[in-house]
């Protein structure tokens, strides 16, 4: 696997923490599971970037393949947004 | 703003960094003299699969930086100047401090005029839409994303919460924090210049790609490897880099939220002398 192939995803967790920690309010724990539910069913709908292989798709199942910067950035926002507080 | 301001530390900061964008762009330019061809030239579509999967990218970046750093330029400063106009106080001008700074009427917390989908996915639809523009600009240098788009979609987020909640929208990017990012944004964008004006005597020349063979391989190495790819294609299997190019759509994306997020805050909350802490998000 090339280091390509990581470093999105590992962006993407930051830069979704920097924003998470911008988010106001109370994140109930049914919209946490909508939101993670919706950005797997988003990542696999996306499918990987072109000349990656997704680190959880690709190389288990050819053809299959998930945007992981989206489920990345979702992680990172909740976990900003866990930072933050309410 | 008072010129005083710019007095000590900060202004010293500025005029260093302005002095070495300033000498690196004019030495940049006076080298390219007698060495640009007009039009798609045999040169970019030589090199131009070398240095990064996604060729909008390439074309964008590398090939077009000087001119996207000046829209990006263009772009902050023209936010900052709508602020300016619509709200007055955000620069506190001696002349307008005696007056109210325009602002708009508050928008009222009515969730009791939203449907009930749009009471129920309407926060998760922002969270999601803030994703999907991180997305966008993680995958700028193998798809058709970039930091311009990712700004967009990222403000959009921003727009749409104000949209469903009005004053208490969970998105709450401060003007602090806005102009702050775009500032990042575009100092960054200008910086990551540098390395490659220090290795190869070019402005914004791509040290992780380096197609010219111009910098040490440790400073190859170190933009180039975390975004190196293999390139499975017809033709056999090729290791590409985009080098700096994700990081300026980082920075270019930074740039964008801060100028479009300054213009939607204007317009939608207005400016205030009140403290940050009291207003943030519009309250």
Redesign the interface.
Known sequence: MMLGEITPFIISIVLGILFGTQLSGKISKGTTILVIIFSIVGALLFGAFMFTYSIYGGYIMPGLGFATPLIGATIGILIGKALKGD | MDPSELRGKRGIIAVIALLIIGVGLMSSLEKLAGNVNPGISRIYNILAYLVA??NLSTWVYDWRGFDTLIETAVIYVGAVVSALVIGRGVVQMKHFSQEAPVSSPPLEYRTESLTVILRLFG??AA??L???G??V???SS??GGGGFQCGVI?TSAYLLAAIFYGK???????KR?LVGIGAVGLGGYALLGLPGFLASGYWQYNVGADVWNLVSPTLHSIFG????????LQEGVF?S?PGIV?LIN?AEAFNVIGAIGLIYFAFLYGWSEQPEDQEK?GK
């Open positions: 999967p996604n926060l998760p969270i999601l803030l994703s999907y991180i997305m600009v993680t995958g193998t798809s990222m208490e929208n969970p998105i709450r990017f401060g924090f490897d975390p975004f190196r790819l293999a390139l499975h290791y880099t994700p980082i998000g």
